[in-house]
């Protein structure tokens, strides 16, 4: 359980939106890092291996392909022009499915003779490739399991504020919200409702521990709050795995939108004291 009791602050948003940057960037570097390491190990061990295993499901169209291609050349920065890749991954496929032919039937002419010698001399190939699809994959479900809590906050934001409020991020991996028709860019500049909203989710998202279960207490939460958002409010928040909410509030739509199962309510009577 996490016992930690914060005071949430303007600047502290702002220091934990700094601390995921460098989180992200942490992870992406390593990973990459680890994914080179991995391939060229993976390169050379396999130069005098007699047995290649390519896995035609894997790579069942062009597209597949050519999206696995577009995604490594992005995340690399290699500069590979998308008509080239298009090129390979037609050529790709292509391979893919004359050795699926020949699987079936032996060649019956010199020329198929000749693409049978041509494609078994680009056989390491395939096979490099493929080994370096898989290691970019297991970099990409880190990323994507980092980047969770980007989608949790930016999805809010939308749902809340009708696709008004926007968390961006930046090539670089920088976060910075924006308000749809304004200039306000900034989380000083935002209302005290928008600030609010934008507080708890930051929170909820980064800060409180994805596999340890987590008790938030919020005292009043729908002060500057619309009506509309307090009645999304508790709701949302407990989309987020492994959260408990105690909350004291005066309003009745905070509870408005939440199963009558999730929630157990204490009512304070007038002679209460």
Same mark, same amino acid.
């Given at each position: 359980m996490d016992r930690r009791v914060i005071g949430i602050s303007n600047t502290d948003i702002e220091d934990i939106l700094r601390e995921y940057t460098r989180t992200i960037n942490e992870i992406s570097s390593q990973s990459l890092d680890n994914l080179l390491k991995n391939f060229a190990k993976n390169s050379i061990l396999g130069i005098n291996n007699e047995k290649l295993e390519i896995?035609? &499901?894997?790579?069942?169209?062009?597209?597949? #392909? !050519?999206?696995?291609?577009?995604? $490594?050349?992005?995340?690399?920065?290699?500069? #590979? &022009?998308?008509?080239q890749l298009t090129n390979i991954a037609k050529q790709f496929e292509e391979k893919l499915l004359f050795m699926k032919k020949i699987g079936e039937n032996k060649p019956k002419?010199? *020329? *198929?003779?000749? @693409?049978?010698?041509? !494609? $078994?001399?680009?056989?390491p190939m395939m096979q490099v490739f493929q080994n370096l699809q898989e290691l970019y994959k297991?970099?990409?479900? *880190?990323?994507?399991? @980092? !980047? @969770? &809590?980007?989608?949790? $906050?930016?999805?809010?934001?939308?749902?809340f504020s009708g696709n008004r409020l926007n968390l961006n991020r930046t090539e670089l991996n920088e976060f910075n919200f924006s308000k749809v028709g304004t200039g306000v860019e900034?989380?000083?500049?935002?209302? =005290?409702? *928008?600030?609010?909203?934008? =507080?708890?989710?930051?929170? &909820?998202? #980064?800060?409180?521990?994805?596999?340890t279960p987590s008790l938030i207490i919020i005292d009043e939460p729908e002060l500057s709050l619309h009506v509309k958002w307090q009645r999304k409010l508790l709701k949302n928040l407990l989309k987020k795995n492994n959260i408990k909410i105690l909350s004291a509030t005066h309003s009745p739509y905070i509870l408005n939108k939440l199963e009558v199962d999730s929630m157990i309510v204490r009512k304070q009577e007038a002679n209460e004291c």
């Open positions: 896995q035609f &499901s894997n790579f069942s169209k062009r597209s597949n #392909i !050519l999206d696995q291609l577009k995604n $490594i050349n992005d995340s690399l920065d290699l500069r #590979i &022009s998308d008509e002419s010199k *020329e *198929e003779m000749n @693409e049978v010698m041509n !494609l $078994i001399l680009s056989l297991k970099f990409s479900q *880190e990323m994507n399991s @980092e !980047l @969770e &809590s980007f989608a949790y $906050i930016q999805e809010n934001l939308l749902d900034k989380f000083n500049d935002f209302s =005290t409702g *928008e600030k609010q909203l934008i =507080t708890f989710l930051v929170y &909820s998202a #980064i800060e409180l521990p994805k596999d």
